[in-house]
């Protein structure tokens, strides 16, 4: 594990595809070839990758290039909280109205345990990044996110 970890710093600082072709571990591999920009390389691995953290850092960081390549990595995400997070930079940049409404649902459906309000923030963070590109999809995620939240059950 240790040695992975070495490679992958030295293929992260190094920009070395090569140097990271030899790390074992999948999701450390997955990191440092997303570090180096070789997103198909990447995504390959991604059905060997557990980490859901590690797929969505690939989509955030290829949805900056290529937004519509990086929608085959949220496919891949089981989490719906990295889901989320995920499509909501892509959506961002493939400035595509679909891509926003799956941004939307995905961000209502997020559960997070012992985070009754983890879809409320979610669409609040979605709201928040289109609140300087786009005010009127910005003012409907916002007002999702407050429609969400009046519905979860505190007990006091």
């Known amino acids: 594990f240790f040695r992975d970890q070495a490679y992958r710093d030295v293929a992260i600082l190094t920009k070395r595809a090569d140097v990271a072709a030899r790390i074992g571990s999948p999701a450390l591999r997955v ?7 070789d997103y198909q390389s990447a995504v390959a691995l991604a059905d060997k990758v557990e980490d859901t953290d ?7 960081v290829w949805a900056q290039t290529d937004p519509q390549a990086a929608l085959a990595v949220v496919d891949k995400i089981e989490d719906s ?26 961000a209502k459906s997020v559960r ?21 590109v ?3 999809k910005a ?6 996110a407050v429609d969400v939240a009046k519905k979860v059950n505190v007990k006091h």
């Open 81 to 106: 909280a990295d889901k989320a997070a995920a499509l909501t930079a892509i959506a961002l940049r493939a400035k595509d109205p679909a891509v926003f409404e799956r941004a939307m649902t995905v």
């Open 112 to 132: 997070v345990r012992g985070e009754p309000f983890a879809a409320a923030r979610a669409l609040s963070d979605l709201a928040a990044a289109y609140a300087a």
């Open 134 to 136: 786009d005010a009127a």
């Open 139 to 144: 003012n409907q995620a916002f007002a999702l």
């Open 54 to 60: 590690v797929l969505r850092d690939l989509a955030l």
């Open 31 to 37: 990191q440092a070839l997303t570090a180096v920009g």
